[in-house]
């Protein structure tokens, strides 16, 4: 675990113990300026490369490691624009397989034994769960270094339907032996998630969220396994993953405000996790709320719930999550304020826990 709050990376820090809220990164420093809340982020066309390079700047972060790196390859499963950059700079190194992505796993597989270090850039709807077959047999039981990027998790792509939900994703990562999981907070978080797995010998699953609240002003330093803490309080934790982050701070400083202060953490490694962040921090504030955009089962909820059963911990727990159900289908927005995944929501369920006699 690494203290933000106690002033560790201050530079990154999105807030302190005080109790004051996170100060807002300037554009530049999360890589552009986000496009406006609501609709889906286009990243299939070129004409959008900016859009999607401020939502997400892994194309460009990836290119960076080409440059020092002859190993590093990319492959896209007609996911091609975020990739601009990488196409520019390394032409010969860019392989696009198309609505293809089990055979893009299967020949990042293929690449990766033959010493290169592939990337291969898919939605991920289809990146993990169609795949988890060539994930499992072709890289993880290999000990491949393949790293899959997921774009579009979540309910990102909410007005497609069901199909393209990607709501499960981390559950069945999570459970393929010698897979790395990780989900950044945010643009600067997914630069610093990129240069934390760069050198690990085994498969990585990135998920990347779309229109992430801001929380980091620089790419952060996340070591191996570990979750940052953001802010230090003994009333309640909020613990979150993508966009759950952010939700999680703004959280905080709602509730600082009535003068209930929150242990925060940036859940940034899923697989593996800090243990003994989680221990700790719960049994110091005895309420744990966690925050996904993800279903309730097999994501950081069900780490909270293993992990308090494993050390016999009585803190009591809520998940701010995706329920196990046939979801809704709509633009993003409207789904998160219809599911809860907002700042009030993530507040709600730290008062119920907080003041159960009030819920």
């Known amino acids: 675990m690494t203290d933000l709050a106690q002033g560790v990376e201050s530079s990154s820090a999105p807030g302190a113990a005080g109790g004051r809220p996170p100060e807002p990164a300037p554009p530049e420093a999360a890589g552009g300026r986000p496009p406006e809340s609501g609709g889906m982020v286009d990243v299939f066309t070129d004409t959008e490369i900016e859009t999607a390079a401020a939502a997400n700047p892994a194309g460009y972060a990836i290119a960076a490691l080409a440059d020092s790196d002859p190993r590093v390859l990319t492959l896209s499963a007609d996911l091609s624009s975020p990739l601009a950059e990488f196409r520019d700079r390394h032409p010969d190194r860019y392989i696009e397989l198309g609505i293809a992505e089990t055979n893009s796993v299967s020949v990042a597989a293929g690449l990766a034994a033959s010493g290169f270090v592939p ?17 499992r047999t072709d890289v993880a039981y290999n000990h491949l270094p393949v790293r899959l990027v997921g774009r579009l998790s979540g309910l990102a792509m909410g007005f497609f339907g069901t199909s393209h939900h990607a709501v499960e994703d981390i559950a069945v990562a999570r459970s393929i032996t010698n897979m790395t999981v990780v989900a950044p907070a945010d643009a600067s978080a997914v630069v610093g998630l990129l240069r934390s797995t760069a050198d690990l010998d085994g498969p990585v699953y990135l998920r990347i969220p779309e229109r992430s609240p801001t929380v980091y002003k620089t790419p952060p330093v996340i070591g191996h396994g570990e979750w940052l803490r953001l802010r230090s ?14 939700l999680a701070v ?14 925060v953490y940036d859940a940034a490694y899923l697989k593996p996790f800090d243990e003994a962040a989680l221990v700790q921090t719960a049994a110091r504030t005895g309420r744990v709320v966690t925050v996904e955009e993800h279903n309730e089962i097999g994501g950081l909820a069900s780490i909270a719930a293993a992990v308090a059963g494993r050390h016999g911990l009585t803190a009591a727990l809520r998940a701010v999550a995706l329920p196990d159900a046939d979801l809704e289908v709509g633009v993003p927005a409207d789904l998160y304020e219809y599911y809860g995944l907002t700042v009030a929501g993530v507040v709600t369920a730290a008062l119920e826990l907080i003041h159960p006699a009030r819920s």
């Open 119 to 135: 990337y291969i850039f898919s939605m991920s709807p289809f990146g993990v769960l169609k795949c988890a077959e060539q994930l």
């Open 233 to 246: 309080g003994g009333d309640v934790t909020l613990i979150g993953h993508g966009m759950g982050v952010g």
């Open 250 to 263: 703004r959280a905080a400083a709602a509730l600082a405000a009535d003068g209930l202060e929150a242990d």
